[in-house]
């Protein structure tokens, strides 16, 4: 499945120890900071192609998914919430309510990704069973 990620590798050395090519280095190092379309695998790994001879594959921790343009992520009552990537900040979403017409009604709020992926499990995530509970 395709998605949108941003390239985020803050630490070249595994990468370095793992390439023997420099001119493949060189193809992570130029992609860094970069946006593109990515292939995202099972195990989380995503491959980019950069040109038709040329491709990274990036570790989960080396990019993260984008979401450039307002999304709706549901209702609220009469408004709609709204999300997307945080221009300012790769690890974090923008999230703003909006009324039927499409105007703003609360300003974009920036929260981490890992905050929305904590509260999900924990709202939403099927509960550890404990030696209590048996």
Excluded: C
């Excluded at 120890?17 to 992609?31: G, I, K, R, T």
């Excluded at 040329?54 to 549901?74: F, H, R, S, V």
């Amino acid at each position: 499945m395709k998605r949108r990620i941003k390239v985020t590798i803050t630490d070249f050395a595994p990468l370095k120890e793992n390439l023997n090519d420099q001119a493949e280095l060189a193809l992570y190092e130029s992609a860094n900071g970069n946006t593109y379309d990515a292939e995202i695998e099972h195990d989380g790994y995503a491959v980019v192609d950069l040109s038709e001879d040329d491709y990274i594959e990036l570790a989960p921790g080396e990019y993260q998914l984008m979401i450039e343009e307002w999304t709706n992520a549901g209702q609220i009552g009469d408004l709609t919430l709204q999300t997307k990537s945080d221009p300012a900040d790769d690890k974090a979403l923008l999230y703003r309510t909006v009324d039927a017409a499409g105007n703003e009604v609360e300003a974009p709020v920036s929260v981490s990704k890992q905050v929305v992926e904590l509260v999900a499990k924990t709202w939403f995530g099927k509960k550890q069973k404990t030696e209590a509970d048996v």
